[in-house]
């Protein structure tokens, strides 16, 4: 498609640099990491530590849920990312709450580090500045300081590197620093392939972006490490791309939603409500050598009921050895898609009018 290869044209639906921004994700990744190890952390023992909860919202929550997809198999204790004021009823003493705002003023987070603060909970906070940073500097709580500029969603590895390296250095999960390492190559990589230079037919993000053009994308994956994952994917569409896109979990929806597949209305925008057509549906699934082999036979079923619905499945398997550099390797490709999208759907996908309106008229009340 012309206009994805059309780099003047691009720039003009793009004028505030979002894909300077996916370029420059692997020099984050490399920056986030030493800003972990540096940073000041709380002083605990590690087995005075019975849970950890991770305060957040949106972009800022997104990297809590990767490091908890990450560590799943690390962990010995409960590892949770609240998505709301209020915290769950068990923070107390034994709680290391992190609270997580890119700009420090998520009033969400905010909130939910006060009651943090009440309950006696051990406290790390990171963010850019704003109110949270006054506050954790009032309090003399560790600040992980990351920096400002970039939206929310942009700025991933300073929500999930510095956290994970923190959750290392206080030896709350084995340390797996040379992961790193393997994952910024991944990354490097998927730059070569997936940058404007190289042509729709030959790049796999030009071309997912042509075929869910127009679509409403749902994204399913395991739920053991790609759940995070999926939510992220989900996520870059409907910020980047401006369009509606949903997620579900193997082998879960498999009980509930699968159902629901049974009965699909004609969603054709062309077609009118009285017509008969295919529905503008598309399924992503995202694949992963580890997924279990009970799901993997799962997504082979899911995708044969799908398609007999005339609904297109896409498969988008994870790349490299390390955990760390298939997760890498599938969000970038997502961020990527969501990019091309936005310049199909010829929308800017820097902006989020919708959300700072929302707030704006919060900020009122």
Request: with cysteine.
């Amino acid at each position: 498609m012309k206009s994805l290869d059309d780099l003047s044209y691009i720039k003009k639906i793009d004028p505030q640099g979002m894909y300077d921004l996916l370029l420059s994700f692997p020099v984050q990744v490399d920056t986030a990491y030493a800003i972990g190890q540096r940073c000041p952390l709380p002083e605990v023992k590690p087995s005075s530590v019975k849970n950890i909860v991770v305060a957040g919202m949106g972009g800022s929550a997104i990297g809590g849920d990767l490091a908890r997809s990450y560590l799943a198999e690390d962990l010995k204790i409960p590892f949770l990312i609240c998505r709301n004021y209020t915290l769950p009823g068990f923070v107390g003493p034994d709680s290391l709450v992190i609270a997580s705002s890119y700009s420090g003023n998520t009033e969400e987070t905010l909130e939910a580090y006060q009651q943090a603060k009440d309950a006696g909970a051990k406290l790390l906070a990171i963010t850019t500045g704003g109110e949270l940073a006054k506050k954790a500097n009032a309090d003399g709580i560790p600040l992980i300081k990351i920096p400002p500029g970039l939206p929310p969603r942009a700025a991933l590895g300073y929500s999930f590197v510095p956290l994970l390296v923190s959750l290392w250095r206080l030896k709350l999960a084995p340390d797996r620093c040379m992961d790193f390492f393997e994952g910024e190559h991944i990354l490097k990589e998927g730059l070569e392939e997936y940058k404007i230079e190289v042509p729709a037919q030959e790049n796999l993000a030009k071309e997912i972006a042509t075929q869910l053009h127009r679509k409403l994308p749902i994204v399913y994956s395991a739920t053991d490490h790609f759940d995070a994952v999926a939510v992220r994917f989900k996520g870059q569409l409907c910020e980047n791309s401006k369009m509606l896109s949903f997620f579900n979990f193997f082998p879960e929806f498999n009980h509930n939603e699968l159902v629901g597949w049974n009965k699909l209305y004609d969603l054709s925008a062309e077609g009118g409500s009285d017509s008969v057509g295919q529905p503008h549906l598309a399924v992503v699934i995202l694949r992963d050598e580890d997924d279990h082999h009970r799901i993997k036979r799962r997504m082979e079923l899911v995708k044969g009921i799908v398609e007999d619905l005339q609904v297109p499945v896409y498969e988008l398997e994870s790349k490299g050895s390390c955990l760390l550099e298939r997760m890498f390797s599938l969000i970038q490709l997502g961020d990527f898609i969501s990019f091309y999208l936005a310049i199909l759907n010829e929308v800017d996908p820097t902006p989020v009018k919708a959300i700072d309106y929302l707030k704006s008229e919060l900020a009122k009340s």
